[in-house]
């Protein structure tokens, strides 16, 4: 489905969760303490943002998101332990059932699913049949040493039955060994621009673990962005969105009709 929107769009999603794979970081003070650095930062510039965790009924993060009063949305979080080809498809039915049930028993209207890694290949129908508006595909890390990033910039895919998928367009931090902070700011600026004249969409995905481990300056080129979004938002050329709100309004009022389901059983 082709979209013409009445101004480009920037969406923003952060992931906040712990990470085996990383040492070496008190995670979990980590993440509390980033989660109040980024609130904070959203907040000076009024901007919203998706905050991706694995269990939004039960996590740490849960209460203080619910709380800011920002409109902040929160997403669940599936890494390849319960989502995608190698975790198999009746996993993935009983846990994304689970953990959408729970969240939505504690009161929290989830309707986006983040992806830490992999890809969910066949099990699109049951990311439709729990309710999901928004699919955020993992990144690319190529992406990170890519100086031509902010020109090929990956667009929302026409929804299936409801479903939009939105791929990260950049990320933040950076990989940059030769930028302080990880760099990257002038890309996503860049990418901004690039999304504010065309009427196209940039979603700027930050990793809550790699900030916390690159520290102040890592926070300083962040800020950098966020201020350059608000600027272009003050323009009017620009609008800041969850990936849930992102979803909604390339919807708009159309409804499609399937000529056929795609709900199968999970097994």
């Known amino acids: 489905?082709?979209?013409?929107?009445?101004?480009?769009?920037?969406?923003?999603s952060i992931d906040l969760e712990l990470d085996a794979q990383r040492r070496g970081l008190?995670?979990?003070?980590?993440?509390?303490?980033?989660?109040?650095?980024?609130l904070s930062l959203l907040s000076k510039y009024r901007l919203q943002a998706t905050w991706a965790v694995a269990d939004p009924a039960i996590s740490a993060a849960t209460e203080r998101l619910t709380t800011s009063g920002a409109g902040q949305e929160i997403a669940i979080l599936a890494d390849h332990t319960w989502a995608g080809r190698e975790a198999g498809r009746s996993r993935f039915a009983r846990e994304i059932a689970r953990r959408v049930s729970r969240a939505r028993a504690a009161g929290l209207d989830v309707s986006t699913l983040v992806l830490r890694d992999g890809t969910l290949g066949d099990q699109l129908d049951l990311v439709v049949k729990n309710g999901i508006r928004a699919l955020r595909a993992s990144y690319e890390p190529a992406l990170d040493g890519a100086w031509f990033a902010a020109r090929v910039v990956a667009q929302p895919r026409s929804p299936r039955f409801g479903l939009?998928?939105?791929?990260p367009s950049w990320r933040l931090p950076s990989l940059s060994r030769w930028s302080v902070g990880g760099g990257g700011a002038g890309t996503a600026k860049r990418?901004?621009?690039q999304a504010t004249a065309a009427k196209t969409v940039y979603h700027l995905m930050i990793d809550g673990l790699l900030l916390a481990a690159a520290g102040k300056s890592a926070e300083r080129v962040l800020?950098?962005?966020?201020?350059?979004?608000?600027?272009r938002r003050a323009q009017g050329a620009l609008r800041v969105m969850t990936l849930a709100?992102?979803?909604?309004?390339l919807t708009g009022d159309r409804h499609a009709t399937p000529a056929r389901s795609i709900l199968r059983p999970a097994a």
């Not at 489905?1 to 923003?12: F, H, N, Q, R, W």
């Open 191 to 193: 990418g901004i621009d």
């Open 245 to 249: 709100d992102t979803a909604q309004c």
């Open 1 to 12: 489905m082709s979209v013409v929107l009445p101004s480009g769009i920037l969406a923003i």
């Open 26 to 38: 008190d995670q979990q003070q980590a993440l509390e303490t980033v989660t109040e650095r980024l």
């Open 223 to 231: 800020e950098k962005v966020l201020r350059h979004a608000e600027r």
């Open 164 to 167: 939009w998928e939105l791929p």
